[in-house]
């Protein structure tokens, strides 16, 4: 190979030379303790599934499952977010939630499919491939 010597063979060169990398992987978020207006905005923002986290501070089976949640929706390119049934009831009655924990899977803004209560890993993982699924 020949070297360039010339500082403006280089730069003529250089748009050439370079490698662009461009990535369509689109980040995934967690949004914790949402309000009823970035719940709205993210459940509907058409990106794919969105699981929303219905939980309270006070419940323990809550505390328990978030974490897996956080966990398996990162490996599965899925967005999470948790939102607080004491501080947004409205929404919590809006969605119908009696029950703590409840996970629902919202796609196009639309709710898909729920569960309730502290699942182990593996069925959180096997609740999320049947929501893409759909």
């Given at each position: 190979m020949f070297a360039l010597r010339s500082t403006s063979a280089r730069t003529a060169l250089s748009p050439l030379l370079r490698r662009n990398f461009n990535s369509s992987v689109r980040s995934l978020k967690c949004y914790e303790g949402v309000d009823a207006a970035t719940f709205e905005k993210?459940?509907?923002?058409?990106?794919?599934?969105?699981?929303?986290?219905?939980?309270?501070?006070?419940?323990?089976?809550c505390k328990v499952l978030t974490p897996t949640l956080k966990k398996v929706t990162e490996?599965?390119?899925?967005?999470?977010?948790?939102?607080?049934?004491?501080?947004?009831?409205?929404?919590?009655a809006k969605y119908s939630i009696r029950s703590l924990p409840t996970v629902m899977a919202f796609k196009d803004g639309q709710p898909i499919s729920q569960f309730m209560g502290a699942i182990p890993e593996k069925q959180v993982q096997m609740f999320i491939d049947s929501v893409k699924e759909k």
């Open positions: 993210q459940v509907s923002n058409g990106s794919g599934i969105v699981l929303v986290d219905f939980y309270a501070t006070w419940c323990g089976p490996k599965a390119n899925v967005d999470l977010v948790t939102l607080d049934v004491d501080v947004e009831a409205e929404l919590a």
